[in-house]
Structures are given as structure tokens and as C-alpha cells.
């Protein structure tokens, strides 16, 4: 069975900023949007941390300074956010191929595929930019999107647990491998692509670095006795 063929289903706040906050958790305006993505091309230009200003991002996002305040009380809420809605786009990518695949092989690749896009899934820009963040603000940047962390977090794991159900049913993992081993397993692979592109400086759209890391978790995951 392929997944081109058998493996698709066939199924201090500014009165604004006071009525943003009351909004939907998960809900987005388009000049919030349009900050994310300032951030994310700075990001991708390989600008750090240090180096990013407010003014920057509004410059990047084509809105004024003061607009970007009617929405965030610093930089640092700003990438806090923009750290969370990419990971929501993310997960909406992986939650997309396990709703159009059957199987782990097929909704690992159809998910991969998704990330060759930096435009849409800034998953490599972001995690260098992750990087050069000092590690004492690291948890500060956590705290400063408490609400972002746990809608996230918990749409994480749903989508984890629906995951390693399909990976289970269809036979391809092992049933003696825990939940936290399958998760570090697809974690590693996640994060060594982007570690991989920062070494050798390829490109994050490279399928053979895609090929490579859902083979790395199938082969890693698959019942021992189908292992050679």
C-alpha cells in the first residue's frame, strides 16, 4: 500500500487591547497575523533576538509602531505568541494529514511535505530564532502567553494520543513501546531536520531530508518483529 494510493482516506491596557484579550483564545486578528509574519521574515533573514526591535517587526509587518502596541505590551509578548501560533499551525498541519491518511507512514510523509513552505510553517527560521534567545528569558518568554501554552499544549496532546492510535491499529508500532518513547522519537526526528539544515546549511524544503526523517521514526517505531 502506498500513500499515493491505498494510504489516502477517502473522507496596563489600551481600551483595544482590553477587547482583544476578551476574544476567542484561539483567534487571531489580521494585524497580529501580519506581526507573526514580520517576526518569522526577520527570523528567516537571521536576525537574533538581541537584534530585533519593535520597530523592526512593524516595519516587516507593514503597520506602525503604535498599532503593534494596541496589540502587545512588548517584543517579547510579540515572539512569545508568534512561538505559539506557529506551533498551532503546526499541529493544524498534522491534524489535516491525519484527517486525509490512514496510516503513520503516509500521515508522517503528507506532514512532513507540509513543512517545505517556511512562508506558512516557519518551523526552521523560528527554532533559529528560539535559539539565539538567552536562556534566562527562555521562561520568561513562556510566561508571558500562559493561555497560548495550555491551549497549545493540550491540542498537542490530543493530536498525539489520535497519532499513535492510527500508528497502533494499522500495526506499525511496536505495542511495547510507550507513549513518551514514541514521542521522543518523533520529536527527535522533528528537531533533527531543523538541527540538520542549520549544520550543513540545506534547505528545510529538501525532500530527501524529509524522506530521511519519517524513515527514522518508522523504522524506529515498527514492531520488532518487522525489523531486519
Same mark, same amino acid.
Given at each position: 500500500?502506498?500513500?499515493?494510493? *491505498?494510504?489516502?482516506?477517502?473522507? *496596563?491596557? @489600551?481600551?483595544?487591547?482590553?477587547?482583544?484579550?476578551?476574544?476567542?483564545?484561539? $483567534?487571531?486578528?489580521?494585524?497580529?497575523?501580519?506581526?507573526?509574519? *514580520?517576526?518569522?521574515?526577520?527570523?528567516?533573514?537571521?536576525?537574533?533576538?538581541?537584534?530585533?526591535?519593535?520597530?523592526?517587526?512593524?516595519?516587516?509587518? *507593514?503597520?506602525?509602531?503604535?498599532?503593534?502596541?494596541?496589540?502587545?505590551?512588548?517584543?517579547?509578548?510579540?515572539?512569545?505568541?508568534?512561538?505559539?501560533?506557529?506551533?498551532?499551525?503546526?499541529?493544524?498541519?498534522?491534524?489535516?494529514?491525519?484527517?486525509?491518511?490512514?496510516?503513520?507512514?503516509?500521515?508522517?510523509?503528507?506532514?512532513?511535505?507540509?513543512?517545505?513552505? &517556511?512562508?506558512?510553517?516557519?518551523?526552521?527560521?523560528?527554532?533559529?530564532?528560539?535559539?539565539?534567545?538567552?536562556?534566562?528569558?527562555?521562561?520568561?518568554?513562556?510566561?508571558?502567553?500562559?493561555?497560548?501554552?495550555?491551549? @497549545?499544549?493540550?491540542?498537542?496532546?490530543?493530536?498525539?494520543?489520535?497519532?499513535?492510535?492510527?500508528?497502533?491499529? $494499522?500495526?506499525?508500532?511496536?505495542?511495547?513501546? @510507550?507513549?513518551?518513547?514514541? &514521542?521522543?522519537?518523533?520529536?527527535?526526528?522533528?528537531?533533527?531536520? @531543523?538541527?540538520?539544515?542549520?549544520?550543513?546549511?540545506?534547505?528545510?524544503?529538501?525532500?530527501?531530508?524529509?524522506?530521511?526523517?519519517?524513515?527514522?521514526?518508522?523504522?524506529?517505531?515498527?514492531?520488532?518483529?518487522?525489523?531486519?
Amino acid at each position: 500500500m502506498t500513500c499515493s494510493t *491505498g494510504g489516502k482516506r477517502q473522507t *496596563g491596557l @489600551t481600551s483595544e487591547r482590553r477587547r482583544r484579550m476578551t476574544e476567542k483564545a484561539n $483567534t487571531c486578528s489580521s494585524k497580529e497575523i501580519a506581526a507573526f509574519q *514580520g517576526l518569522f521574515a526577520l527570523a528567516r533573514d537571521g536576525r537574533h533576538y538581541s537584534s530585533i526591535k519593535v520597530q523592526d517587526i512593524a516595519s516587516a509587518a *507593514g503597520v506602525g509602531k503604535g498599532t503593534l502596541y494596541e496589540y502587545f505590551s512588548s517584543k517579547e509578548e510579540i515572539i512569545s505568541r508568534a512561538v505559539f501560533y506557529a506551533l498551532e499551525q503546526l499541529l493544524g498541519r498534522l491534524e489535516q494529514s491525519m484527517q486525509e491518511m490512514t496510516t503513520l507512514r503516509c500521515i508522517l510523509e503528507h506532514f512532513f511535505d507540509g513543512l517545505n513552505d &517556511e512562508r506558512v510553517l516557519p518551523f526552521a527560521a523560528l527554532s533559529e530564532l528560539i535559539a539565539s534567545v538567552p536562556l534566562e528569558q527562555r521562561k520568561f518568554l513562556e510566561e508571558h502567553s500562559p493561555s497560548d501554552k495550555e491551549r @497549545t499544549y493540550r491540542r498537542l496532546q490530543q493530536a498525539e494520543q489520535q497519532l499513535l492510535s492510527a500508528g497502533r491499529r $494499522t500495526g506499525e508500532i511496536d505495542p511495547a513501546l @510507550t507513549d513518551r518513547f514514541c &514521542e521522543y522519537v518523533i520529536l527527535s526526528a522533528l528537531f533533527g531536520q @531543523t538541527a540538520s539544515c542549520r549544520i550543513s546549511r540545506a534547505k528545510a524544503s529538501d525532500p530527501a531530508q524529509r524522506r530521511m526523517a519519517v524513515e527514522m521514526i518508522c523504522r524506529a517505531l515498527r514492531p520488532r518483529d518487522n525489523r531486519g
